[in-house]
């Protein structure tokens, strides 16, 4: 009878986490598109954060990282990096205080902005590992 209980278990438990595992293949495949404007806030974490970028003219692209109001960014070191479509570097910028700047000029085309860091304090739920991407081209 146990081992018809824990068979039954297991196949349940199976089916309920096969559309998860699926659902979070495809999600980190696609890569989220960053817009003008200000991002929702990211979690930063032990895997850099990857954003799409779409230019359709030339233009001078502007990202900027900022905390949350009242939170102190001391001893939190974020890194952005601007690549192309081939994957070369065109830009980096990083701050060991939590902000960064990149201002480039871009031609119409297809750019990734990596964005990493190392957090502060322990585990995601510190708010000064937070940040939103303020974004103008």
Known sequence: MKLKIMTFGIAVASALSMPVLADMGASAQEMPVLERGTSDTQIMGPQPDRYQINIDQPTT???SSMHFSGVSSQGVTIKATLYDDDGNRLAEASSPRGHFQ???QLE???YQLEVSGTPAGSGHENASNRYELHVTY
């Open 61 to 63: 692209l502007r990202v």
């Open 102 to 104: 990149i201002s480039r």
């Open 108 to 110: 119409p085309g297809n």
